[in-house]
């Protein structure tokens, strides 16, 4: 059963305190790519990755590092940089960057 | 700037007629749209696609029309239905792209 997870469904952080967000996919995809969505606004691009162990980032890296070490996993991880990381993320893949994209469930992240 | 536009935040349709959400973009280099739909507190989903060479693409009750001039697409959902209520994500990317560029979303309510 081809598909793309996220885990954990709901995160909460602590002040100073790095969290890493996980991303799973088995569709065989080359990309995959990280968006915020926060509330009432559209999707922005936190990293992408075209191929393993290379990726780029998108218009909102700051505070946020990826790793691709793997095809089938792109972890986010929120580093205590980025100061107002409360939003739901989102992971996705394609066959390529240009191609149709498919999503995760999300993770939720909440800071205490 | 935003490269993909999508005016209207909110649109409220009875059951039954016909939803007609726009997309605006600028740039000409798109050659590729796609629309997702997204409820609350998941990924959004691939709903419908078209490629520049075409200025219709139909998939069951939903079409997109595309009018290079004007830089327009919209999508058009007949007949309405209480479960098409979500936002709806128009993106466009390019050959020439390396990533998927997503307007802010239109929030559709079909009303029963």
């Known amino acids: 059963d081809g598909g793309i997870t996220q885990s954990p469904k709901y995160l909460f952080r602590k002040e100073g305190q790095n969290v890493t967000l996980s991303c799973e996919q088995n569709l065989n995809h080359d990309a995959m790519y990280w968006y915020r969505q926060d509330p009432g606004q559209g999707l922005r691009l936190i990293y992408y990755?075209?191929?393993?162990?290379?990726?780029q980032k998108g218009d909102i890296a700051e505070g946020y590092s990826v790793s691709r070490e793997k095809k089938e996993s792109f972890p986010l991880t929120v580093t205590s940089a980025q100061k107002n990381p409360t939003a739901f993320y989102l992971c996705?893949?394609?066959?390529?960057?240009?191609?149709?994209?498919?999503f995760g469930p999300g993770t939720r992240l909440l800071v205490l | 700037d935003q490269q993909v536009k999508q005016n209207s935040p909110s649109l409220s349709v009875q059951e039954g007629r016909i939803s007609i959400l726009n997309c605006d973009y600028t740039n000409s280099m798109f050659d590729y749209f796609l629309w997702y739909k997204k409820y609350p507190a998941e990924g959004p989903t691939f709903l419908i696609s078209i490629s520049s060479i075409k200025d219709k693409n139909e998939d069951g009750r939903f079409t997109v029309f595309l009018n290079k001039s004007a830089k327009h697409l919209s999508l058009h959902i007949v007949p309405s239905q209480p479960g098409d209520s979500a936002v709806y994500f128009c993106a466009a990317s390019g050959t020439s792209y390396d990533k998927v560029i997503f307007g802010p979303g239109t929030s559709l309510s079909v009303i029963p």
């Open positions: 990755s075209q191929i393993v162990n290379d990726f």
């Open positions: 996705a893949s394609s066959t390529q960057v240009q191609e149709t994209q498919y």
